[in-house]
């Protein structure tokens, strides 16, 4: 097998005989491996704009899919929760019933009301359904009902099991029926298995993980001037692809992505402590004003992910043109490219879904 050498004055690899190997011109740059592991970079300007093209549409698809996997979780967890309604379909909803019931009809009624009871604790939208006697009249009764929102209590009332009660009133089986409504300031209810897991992936989703993620950016936009010398090895050169025609040196967009990071990381890091003070003190903290009415860990979120989508064309000048990182690392194995697109796609999605709410309010103030 003959070793490939780079020629010092051309930038272009020959072979131990003096033959030049068939290389793009302007791709030879300090850092990058001629030929790239990937072999990209040695084929025409056409089929490296047509390659990179179909790996950022793959990557944009990619993370759309995987978007929506983590929203269709979420989804499935919240329809066996009790509480799925908290943030975006308001309060807790209550029904107070209190109801005298006609003494021939007594063993009618506590039979079909045990029933009602017992199959309405079994919806997911029902945090509590207790039936309660007053302890002075045998024939008088209060339904104590508390529904995770109006929509569950619309479902509710879909029941076989509510129209029995119904039928029952219909039927002329109460002396009188009055009912009040209210919402749910403090509410208690039933925690199955479900709701344990449902409040742990919550604390985890949107306290822990933006946290986490701040801190990560944090530490990445401090690296960008750190080793400003390595990152800038990675930023696709002018003229890369027969596409890449952006202004600015490479030093200058390792500057702003890194000032854009911590930025961002600082907004997560914060969006995230508050949320975590809202749960435990059910107050605002006020500790840094948000953009959008979604609140700063969503707008940070946002931020981050249309940040992260314009730095994805350096993981792809890594893939094509071999570019390392560290500057003076070895070539990088296509196993690593494989891996690092696949965080590249699941952190896309992770901040997708973390700042979905600012990102859909910033496409209606356009609409």
Same mark, same amino acid.
């Given at each position: 097998?003959?070793?490939?050498?780079?020629?010092?004055?051309?930038?272009?690899?020959?072979?131990?005989?003096?033959?030049?190997?068939?290389?793009?011109?302007?791709?030879?740059?300090?850092?990058?491996?001629?030929?790239?592991?990937?072999?990209?970079?040695?084929?025409?300007?056409?089929?490296?704009?047509?390659?990179?093209?179909?790996?950022?549409?793959?990557?944009?698809?990619?993370?759309?899919?995987?978007?929506?996997?983590?929203?269709?979780?979420?989804?499935?967890?919240?329809?066996?929760?009790?509480?799925?309604?908290?943030?975006?379909?308001?309060?807790?909803?209550?029904?107070?019933?209190?109801?005298?019931?006609?003494?021939?009809?007594?063993?009618?009624?506590?039979?079909?009301?045990?029933?009602?009871?017992?199959?309405?604790?079994?919806?997911?939208?029902?945090?509590?359904?207790?039936?309660?006697?007053?302890?002075?009249?045998?024939?008088?009764?209060?339904?104590?009902?508390?529904?995770?929102?109006?929509?569950?209590?619309?479902?509710?009332?879909?029941?076989?099991?509510?129209?029995?009660?119904?039928?029952?009133?219909?039927?002329?089986?109460?002396?009188?029926?009055?009912?009040?409504?209210?919402?749910?300031?403090?509410?208690?209810?039933?925690?199955?298995?479900?709701?344990?897991?449902?409040?742990?992936?919550?604390?985890?989703?949107?306290?822990?993980?933006?946290?986490?993620?701040?801190?990560?950016?944090?530490?990445?936009?401090?690296?960008?001037?750190?080793?400003?010398?390595?990152?800038?090895?990675?930023?696709?050169?002018?003229?890369?692809?027969?596409?890449?025609?952006?202004?600015?040196?490479?030093?200058?967009?390792? $500057?702003?992505? +890194?000032?854009?990071? !911590? %930025?961002?990381?600082?907004? @997560?890091?914060?969006? =995230?402590? &508050?949320?975590?003070?809202?749960?435990?003190?059910?107050?605002?903290?006020?500790?840094?004003?948000?953009?959008?009415?979604?609140?700063?860990?969503?707008?940070?979120?946002?931020?981050?992910?249309?940040?992260?989508?314009?730095?994805?064309?350096?993981?792809?000048?890594?893939?094509?043109?071999?570019?390392?990182?560290?500057?003076?690392?070895?070539?990088?194995?296509?196993?690593?490219? $494989?891996?690092? +697109?696949?965080?590249? !796609? %699941?952190?896309?999605?992770? @901040?997708?879904?973390? =700042?979905? &709410?600012?990102?859909?309010?910033?496409?209606?103030?356009?609409?």
């Amino acid at each position: 097998m003959r070793r490939r050498i780079v020629s010092p004055t051309t930038e272009k690899p020959t072979d131990d005989d003096g033959s030049k190997t068939r290389v793009v011109p302007g791709i030879g740059e300090d850092g990058c491996n001629l030929p790239s592991p990937s072999g990209v970079n040695t084929k025409g300007k056409l089929a490296q704009t047509i390659t990179v093209l179909v790996l950022l549409l793959s990557i944009g698809l990619a993370t759309h899919v995987v978007s929506q996997g983590f929203k269709g979780l979420s989804n499935a967890l919240d329809e066996h929760s009790p509480m799925h309604n908290n943030v975006s379909s308001g309060l807790p909803f209550s029904v107070i019933v209190e109801a005298e019931i006609k003494a021939d009809r007594m063993d009618e009624f506590m039979g079909m009301i045990e029933t009602n009871a017992l199959e309405s604790r079994k919806e997911s939208g029902c945090i509590r359904f207790d039936v309660l006697r007053d302890q002075s009249h045998d024939t008088k009764f209060w339904f104590y009902e508390v529904y995770s929102n109006k929509e569950a209590v619309a479902f509710h009332k879909a029941q076989a099991h509510y129209q029995s009660w119904a039928d029952f009133k219909a039927s002329g089986g109460t002396i009188s029926s009055v009912s009040h409504k209210a919402d749910g300031v403090f509410v208690g209810g039933k925690k199955d298995r479900y709701f344990y897991v449902q409040w742990f992936l919550r604390c985890i989703c949107s306290i822990g993980l933006p946290m986490c993620l701040g801190g990560i950016f944090l530490l990445a936009g401090y690296l960008h001037f750190v080793k400003a010398h390595d990152f800038e090895n990675i930023v696709p050169v002018w003229g890369a692809w027969g596409i890449w025609y952006v202004p600015g040196s490479r030093a200058f967009h390792v $500057a702003w992505t +890194g000032v854009a990071e !911590v %930025v961002g990381g600082l907004g @997560l890091l914060v969006g =995230g402590l &508050e949320r975590m003070i809202l749960m435990t003190t059910k107050r605002s903290s006020g500790l840094m004003a948000s953009f959008t009415a979604a609140g700063l860990a969503s707008d940070s979120a946002a931020w981050l992910f249309v940040l992260v989508a314009l730095m994805t064309p350096a993981n792809v000048f890594m893939y094509t043109h071999g570019a390392t990182f560290p500057r003076d690392s070895g070539p990088l194995p296509l196993g690593f490219h $494989a891996m690092r +697109g696949t965080v590249q !796609v %699941v952190l896309l999605a992770i @901040l997708h879904r973390l =700042g979905e &709410e600012t990102l859909e309010a910033m496409l209606m103030e356009r609409a």
